[in-house]
């Protein structure tokens, strides 16, 4: 089993930056790769980046590329997001997620084998 605890989420107005953190333990070895995920109100959860424990290659979804960087922390098993120029629409519940895959290309939540509770991100205009 893998536990992920997210941190980090909170109110920012448009433009403005957060980090959040995914803090992970249990069976970290045995997992591939870390992704972040979003879901607004009414809406599907959302792929939003994810990298690679090995190399740290990452994938973007294009709707935060050049805004979001996301970094891991072999060491310390955590990885963090670093969003900046949020807008409103980045506003949602951003999930931390482990998968036992190695193809980062899998966008969808149902590839991803472990979760975390969710952070709160508001994005005011």
């Known amino acids: 089993q893998v536990q992920l605890v997210e941190s980090g989420g909170g109110l920012v107005q448009a433009g403005g930056s957060l980090r959040l953190s995914c803090a992970a333990s249990g069976r970290t070895f045995s997992t591939n790769a870390m992704g972040w995920f979003r879901q607004a109100p009414g809406k599907e959860r959302e792929f939003v980046v994810a990298i690679r424990w090995s190399d740290g290659s990452t994938l973007y979804a294009d709707s935060v590329k050049g805004r979001f960087t996301m970094s891991r922390d072999n060491a310390e098993n955590m990885v963090d997001l670093q969003m900046n120029n949020l807008k409103p629409e980045d506003t949602a519940v951003y999930y931390c997620?482990?998968?036992?895959?190695?193809?980062?290309?899998?966008?969808?939540?149902?590839?991803?084998?472990?979760w975390g509770q969710g952070t709160q991100v508001t994005v005011s205009s």
């Open positions: 997620a482990a998968t036992y895959r190695y193809d980062l290309a899998v966008r969808s939540p149902q590839g991803y084998d472990y």
